[in-house]
């Protein structure tokens, strides 16, 4: 059973730093691209940022330059580290790949 668990959220004030977590278990997603979404209260779920199988990341233009995604396929795990949070980075973080989605870990950015 494929399954994909996100940690390292929590109460953070502005300007302060993250890092996101998504291990998975089940099967091995060396080939896959890995990517994490947010959904903020009220809002569609959005796309953050993926990272290819070969090193290549995507960004929203929204965190680029503040967060960055990296993946250690021999743990088989996706991390997220978010430097200078926002208040407007609050929300649900979710990882995903291929059709598999985590439970998502809340991050909240106090002004």
């Known amino acids: 059973q494929v399954q994909l668990v996100e940690s390292g959220g929590g109460l953070v004030q502005a300007g302060d730093s993250l890092r996101l977590s998504c291990a998975a278990s089940?099967?091995?997603?060396?080939?896959?691209?890995m990517g994490w979404y947010r959904q903020a209260p009220g809002k569609e779920r959005e796309f953050v940022a993926s990272?290819?199988?070969?090193?290549?990341?995507n960004y929203a233009d929204s965190v680029r330059g503040r967060f960055t995604v990296s993946r250690d396929s021999a743990k088989n795990t996706m991390y997220l580290q978010m430097n200078n949070l926002k208040p407007e980075d609050t929300a649900i973080y979710y990882c995903?790949?291929?059709?598999?989605w985590g439970q998502g870990t809340q991050v909240t950015v106090s002004s």
């Open positions: 995903q790949v291929v059709r598999y």
């Open positions: 089940g099967r091995t997603f060396s080939f896959n691209t």
């Open positions: 990272m290819s199988s070969r090193g290549s990341t």
